[in-house]
């Protein structure tokens, strides 16, 4: 029996993964006693490995909470008045519309204001394209009484943009400062206000067409928003092999030869654009209508491949 003791004392000790005391192998007492420590050790050893391993993972997701937020954070800031960012505003990222594809070897600088995005040619001094969402919503507000006036904004140079003209550059020159993306659409909000009248956001415009025709145009398209309740917008010029410049103390603003519009309903699917030559054109605008296929074809730019590119009938905008 003393004999079966001592085997499973010794089993015991490899188990436990203890030494086995020599005076175990002859008192029943001390065998009890070493053996309730070895227990104690082995519980000790256990809550430790635990510890360890739960600071192991805290310390992980800790690392990984913190390489996250790294990640994220541009995604939630908005930008400031003239802040020129390559990665889009958070509402501009959601809209893939809002991209347009500049022509190999076109300087171009994107600027991403609160409402509108700006593809600025920093070269020519002009906007290749400047692209807005316009909804029901917007158009109400700029409506609404109590809207922002025009008359309290001033044109102003983008402190961000190092080629952007200053509003007297283009004093002398005979041409308008007209607006690519319309303060009509943008008296909403104090902010898009401001930034719809800084110069990268302006092109040289014959004052005729700025006031009449061109105006016209804006306003239609200003109420197609209020029926369609979202439309997509892309406004910019078409230019000349060798484009005529001005500037009050050095010519390097380019004068476009041109300008166009595409229009887009993505809930209709139904898009329309108009080119209007730089002086003045009188008559509709259904005489000024063409597809995105022929804007696309004069400026090498390229639309989504959501917008339909082959339609043009004015018949389904009025």
């Known amino acids: 029996m003393k004999q079966l003791v001592k085997i499973w004392i ?188 800084y110069m990268t956001n302006m092109c040289p415009q014959d004052t005729k067409l700025n006031n009449d025709h061109w105006r016209v145009l804006e306003e239609k398209v200003h109420r197609w928003a209020k029926r369609d309740k979202r439309l997509m917008v892309y406004t910019g010029p078409i230019m000349g092999k060798n484009p005529k410049m001005i500037g009050k103390d050095k010519p390097n603003i380019a004068v476009p030869d041109a300008f166009f519009k595409v229009v887009y309903a993505p809930g209709q699917n139904r898009a329309i654009a108009f080119i209007y030559s730089n002086k003045p054109c009188p008559g509709g605008i259904s005489k000024y209508a063409v597809t995105v296929a022929e804007v696309e074809r004069r400026t090498g730019l390229t639309f989504s491949s959501s917008i339909p590119k082959r339609q043009c009938r004015v018949e389904d905008w009025e």
Request: aromatic share 6%; hydrophobic share 35%.
């Open 10 to 197: 010794l089993v015991a000790a490899i188990v436990m993964g203890g030494a086995l005391p020599p005076q175990v192998m002859g008192d029943n007492g001390i065998t009890a006693q070493w053996c309730a420590q070895a227990k104690s050790k082995k519980k000790k050893s256990k809550k430790k490995s635990k510890k360890k391993s739960q600071k192991t993972k805290k310390s992980k997701e800790s690392k990984k909470s913190r390489k996250t937020s790294v990640i994220a954070s541009p995604l939630v800031s908005v930008p400031t008045i003239g802040q020129s960012r390559q990665a889009a505003a958070p509402q501009q990222a959601a809209n893939a519309l809002m991209a347009v594809t500049i022509p190999k070897g076109v300087p171009n600088q994107v600027i991403n204001y609160q409402a509108i995005r700006v593809n600025f040619n920093p070269s020519l001094r002009i906007p290749n394209c400047v692209a807005y969402e316009l909804t029901a919503t917007m158009v109400d507000m700029a409506d609404a009484p109590g809207h922002e006036v025009r008359k309290s904004y001033n044109y102003a140079r983008d402190p961000q943009v190092n080629t952007c003209p200053e509003n007297w550059e283009y004093c002398g020159s005979g041409y308008s400062r007209g607006h690519m993306a319309p303060a009509m659409d943008m008296r909403w909000s104090k902010t898009t206000m401001a930034q719809c009248f």
